[in-house]
C-alpha cells in the first residue's frame, strides 16, 4: 500500500466565488509533489472534526493537512518517526493549533505548521459586521420586518462616538481597530502582551480586562488561548447597553451566563461566530443573539490564504527544502 498526503481541511476543496488568481495552484502542486514522490493524495474533507482521530485512519500518512481534530499525546506518540511511524508533518488548515500536542508532536519527530494571519483580515471584517449586527439588532428587527410587521424593543445604538473594548491586539485585533477608525471611537484594549508601540499610534489605551469590561460600550474578543476569560464576574461589569462580540472561540465566553445577561437585559446582545452548543437555551427570534457556524475565516481570500500555506509546507517539506510556518519541531 502507497504511503500517503491526506486533505481534512474541511473547505480545502470549496470552490471560490470570485475565482481568485491562483485558485489551484495549492491542489496542483499537491498532486506533483505526490507523484513524484510515489504518494497519494487523499482527499477526506467531509470528514467531522469533531470524531475522535483513529491509528487505522491514519495509516501510511506522510502528511496532513488538518482542520479542527484533535491530535493527542498517545496517538502522536504512535504516529511519529520516534516510534517507528510514517507521519512527519501536520499542517494546521488554520491560524491555531491548540488541538494539536505540540510537545508530543516534538518527541514524536512530527513538524507541526499553521497559516500565520492568513485568515486574519476576513476575521475581523466578520467580526465588525456581527458588532453592527447586535447593535442594530438585526436578527429581531429582521425577523419581524421579514412577517410584515413593524419594530417592538428599544432602539438599536449608536455605535459612533462609543468606547470600543478590543481583547487580544494582535493582527485580528488591529485590523478591528483599522475597520472601525472612521467610527470616531475611543479605544481601549487588553492583552497579556501589550504593543504599545501601535497603542500610541492609534491613541488605544492598555488596561485591564475587568476594567475594560466596565468601560466599554462595544466589546470584541480576539483571544487566541483556549481558556474562559468571559464569565459572570466580567458580565456583571458590563453595562445594560453593552454589545459583546466573539469571533474567536466560543470557550471563551460563558454560553449559558451570557444568554441569562442578554435574556435580562443586563447585556444588549451577543454576537458569536461558532454553532450554538445550548439546546436547552432557544435563540428565539426576539432575542438579541447572533450566531454562524465558525464562517470568519471562509471568504475567498481567507480560504485561498489558508489553502495556500498549508500546502507549501507540505510540498516544501517533501520537496527536501526548510520547512516555513513551522510551530514546534
Known amino acids: 500500500m502507497s504511503k500517503k498526503i491526506l486533505v481534512f481541511a474541511t473547505s480545502f476543496q470549496d470552490t471560490l466565488a470570485s475565482h481568485p488568481e491562483g485558485e ?26 469533531a470524531t475522535p482521530l483513529s491509528i487505522d485512519e491514519l495509516k501510511d500518512a506522510v502528511a496532513v493537512i488538518a482542520d479542527l481534530e484533535v491530535w493527542p499525546a498517545p496517538l502522536l506518540a504512535q504516529l511519529g518517526p520516534a516510534a517507528g511511524g510514517d507521519l512527519r508533518i501536520i499542517a494546521r488548515y488554520g491560524i491555531g493549533y491548540n488541538n494539536v500536542d505540540l510537545e508530543a508532536a516534538q518527541q514524536a519527530g512530527i513538524i507541526v505548521t499553521n497559516t500565520p494571519a492568513a485568515s486574519a483580515r476576513p476575521t475581523a471584517e466578520w467580526a465588525v459586521a456581527t458588532l453592527l449586527d447586535i447593535a442594530g439588532r438585526r436578527i429581531p428587527h429582521h425577523s419581524r420586518a421579514s412577517r410584515g410587521l413593524l419594530k417592538t424593543g428599544p432602539s438599536r445604538l449608536d455605535v459612533s462616538g462609543k468606547t470600543l473594548g478590543i481583547v487580544g491586539t494582535g493582527t485580528i485585533g488591529k485590523y478591528v481597530q483599522s475597520m472601525l477608525s472612521g467610527f470616531d471611537l475611543k479605544l481601549i484594549v487588553s492583552d497579556p502582551y501589550p504593543d504599545r508601540t501601535w497603542a500610541e499610534s492609534v491613541g488605544a489605551e492598555y488596561v485591564e480586562l475587568e476594567e475594560l469590561c466596565s468601560r466599554a460600550d462595544l466589546i470584541t474578543l480576539h483571544a487566541s488561548g483556549t481558556a474562559q476569560i468571559i464569565g459572570e464576574n466580567e458580565l456583571n461589569r458590563m453595562k445594560p447597553e453593552t454589545v459583546l462580540v466573539n469571533c474567536a472561540r466560543g470557550i471563551l465566553v460563558d454560553s449559558r451566563a451570557v444568554y441569562k445577561a ?44 489558508m489553502r495556500s500555506l498549508s500546502a507549501e509546507a507540505v510540498v516544501r517539506y517533501l520537496d527536501g527544502h526548510e520547512v516555513p510556518y513551522v510551530v514546534s519541531r
Open 24 to 49: 489551484e495552484v495549492p491542489r496542483r502542486e499537491l498532486e506533483r509533489v505526490a507523484a513524484e514522490n510515489s504518494l497519494t493524495l487523499e482527499f477526506r474533507t467531509n470528514r467531522n472534526p
Open 262 to 305: 442578554v435574556t435580562e437585559k443586563r447585556l444588549f446582545g451577543y454576537g458569536l461566530d461558532e454553532v450554538w452548543d445550548q439546546p436547552d437555551l432557544p435563540l428565539t427570534d426576539d432575542l438579541n443573539i447572533a450566531v454562524s457556524p465558525h464562517v470568519g475565516s471562509d471568504s475567498d481570500y481567507g480560504k485561498l490564504r
